[in-house]
């Protein structure tokens, strides 16, 4: 299975995503778009959309999924096998205000 994950370095959302696929043993390629517009810019070509994450496993693309999205697809497609092994961070949930006070001293402008 081929997985491309395009995350932001730090979010709740996007750190549900990667406990995922730490939960299943999922090698995935981590493609951040917060600091490489290309990175960006390839996410809104592939989905359609400019919200993350997004997600695409052997070409089928997740638009602004979460986690526990990324699990149901997993699992309701047989990719993956159900477990009782919990993910280390909650895995439907956005940044805490903490997350978003740290995110907001760095600015950064695509366009």
Not at 22 to 43: C, G, S, T, V
Not at 52 to 81: F, I, R
Request: contains cysteine; proline residues 5%.
């Amino acid at each position: 299975m081929t997985i491309k994950a395009y995350l932001k370095p730090s979010c709740g959302w996007s750190n549900g995503v990667r406990a995922i696929m730490q939960k299943y043993h999922l090698p995935f390629e981590d493609i951040d778009i917060i600091n490489n517009r290309a990175n960006y810019a390839e996410m809104v070509q592939k989905s359609g959309q400019p919200l993350s994450p997004c997600v695409e496993v052997d070409g089928v693309m997740l638009a602004d999924v979460s986690g526990e999205e990324v699990e149901n697809y997993l699992l309701s497609n047989d990719l993956v096998k159900s477990t009782d092994l919990d993910a280390d961070v909650p895995t439907n949930a956005g940044c805490s205000d903490e997350e978003h006070a740290k995110m907001a001293t760095k600015t950064i402008r695509f366009f």
